[in-house]
């Protein structure tokens, strides 16, 4: 049973930092892709960042680069995504999901996904 789990979102203070966990089961993490999405009330799901099977090729969306970084221990069956430098418009319910092929490049489109974590909030707030 394929299963994702984030956590480590919270509450942090604007310029803090944040590590964002998703814990993978039920499949060999290292075959496929992973994605972060993010989604804020009222707006669509948008890509966060993603990596890759095996190579660990990696890819950002343009607020992410810079600040974010994403990154996969396979011992663990876990990928990260740390955050920094964090601002109020990253609020934001985050999400990990599974490229819904092996061997396939991951990429920012929610499409291309098919098993998704239940999400973790984030919030920005002073």
């Known amino acids: 049973q394929v299963q994702l789990v984030e956590s480590g979102g919270g509450l942090v203070q604007p310029g803090g930092s944040l590590r964002l966990s998703c814990a993978a089961s039920?499949?060999?993490?290292?075959?496929?892709?992973i994605g972060w999405f993010r989604r804020v009330p009222g707006r669509e799901r948008e890509g966060v960042s993603c990596i890759s099977f095996s190579d660990g090729v990696t890819q950002y969306a343009d607020f992410a680069k810079g600040r974010f970084t994403i990154s996969r221990d396979s011992g663990k069956d876990t990928v990260y995504l740390q955050m920094n430098s964090l601002k109020p418009e990253d609020t934001a319910v985050y999400y990990c999901a599974r490229t819904h092929r092996p061997h396939m490049m991951a990429s920012l489109i929610p499409y291309e996904y098919d098993y998704w974590g239940q999400g973790t909030q984030v919030t920005v707030s002073s």
């Open positions: 039920g499949f060999t993490l290292d075959n496929y892709g």
